[in-house]
């Protein structure tokens, strides 16, 4: 149903029927005929709404119990410290008991009330609320990500499967072929006309997905392609025309910012970096305490480029080289006073400088610049921090402050 549609995501779209559900249910006496009538004016399956409200109440109760162990364990040693004060009366095993029994009467009491809050209506989410939503669903299928292919790409395609013989292009916007990360599935996918995502124009279509399932769906003369509502599945002309053809579609589908994957995926085998770009020159970002520098993301196995981002200098492990050149970029950003802002180097003591800060990065085989940049990395090496460098302002501070 229209009512129900997001253009983002088909989590979203049920998500909004689900609260919609609910509301309409818990503001009625006639809870049950209430959700029928809902369902059948709104095109939904009314047991599986039920369900999914019953699932939501088991969820709420398992929430609010955790909820409610974890303010118990704060007070626990307050309940322990008053039984022992009431050992000290006479009547202590009696106001033992009833204190028992009626704390186990509040905590059942305060489980009920607090699911019955976890399980209230669904406010809509906000824009903020929604990019997270978005993200929270996408680090769950960081292994189901689909990309969408380019121009030249679809045409490839199509001309493999014998849909392109007249050497024009064949493509329908209503199939344009994705192409999943996952290196054992080589074949296209399809977002499922059933899906609020699935669109008509290519240009509207978002370049990347994750999806919660793959479904194959033969078709031939006898069938018909429901998709297209060309009779023979195929396009006019195909050489495979009149024969049964098979795709792949994808479901449960959700728009995924390309840039949200390195964040989403920072840690996994799914994401890597290239090497340090030389334009835009790195940059120190006192926020953060580290050199950064501009990287390709790469994501997946097929190794899809992302949009370039800023991130922390990457040193590879056991690599000198690596950390030398981080470690040369921190000695440039210091001298150029981009480090410590009452350290400007560049204007107050320029004339005490023997080389130009970027001597650092452009001649790292400089004896002056090799013995600067070998010092603070036995400064580490001493302390026995492994694969690191004094490559930071804090660090620098504490080297100081060691050794002044």
Sequence with gaps: HKTWQDTRSDALALLKAVGAYGHACSGSASGDQTGVNFCRDFQLHQKTMKEISQLRWQLSKLGAAIRLDFKRRGAKALEETT?????????????????????????????????????GSIIPPSKVEKDFLLQLIGSGFLDQVAKKMSKAEARAVMTKAGQDSRGKIALSPKRWPYQVCNMNIDEPVYIHPHSYLYNKNPNELPDFVVYGEI???????????????????????????????????????????????????????????????????????????????????????????????????PIKKNDSGTIFKRTSWFVRLLLEGEVF????????????????????????????????????????????????????????????????
């Design 341 to 404: 802002s009452e350290f400007n180097f560049r204007e107050t003591y320029r004339h005490l400088l023997a080389i130009p800060p970027a001597y650092a990065v452009r001649k790292p085989h400089d004896p002056r610049v090799a013995g600067l940049v070998h010092a603070l990395q036995d400064r580490c090496a001493k302390e026995q921090e492994h694969n690191r460098c004094c490559d930071s302002a804090n660090m620098l501070r504490c080297q100081w402050i060691k050794n002044p």
């Design 215 to 313: 479904c194959k769906v033969v078709k031939g003369n006898d069938a018909g392609d429901a998709t297209t509502g060309n009779p023979s599945g195929n396009e006019p002309g195909s050489e495979i025309e009149g024969r049964a053809q098979s795709r792949s579609y994808i479901r449960q589908v959700t728009a995924i910012n390309p840039a949200w994957l390195l964040g989403l995926g920072k840690g996994t085998a799914q994401c890597s970096l290239s090497s340090p770009l030389e334009q835009p020159m790195p940059r120190y970002s006192r926020s953060n305490d580290y050199v950064e520098c501009i990287v390709h993301p790469m994501y997946g196995a097929r190794k899809w480029k992302l949009p370039m981002q800023w991130v922390e200098y």
């Design 83 to 119: 039984y022992e004060n009431d050992l000290e009366h006479d009547d202590a095993p009696s106001k033992s008991v009833t204190k028992a029994q009626s704390t186990k009467s509040n905590a059942l009491d305060d489980r009920v009330q607090l699911a019955r809050q976890l399980s």
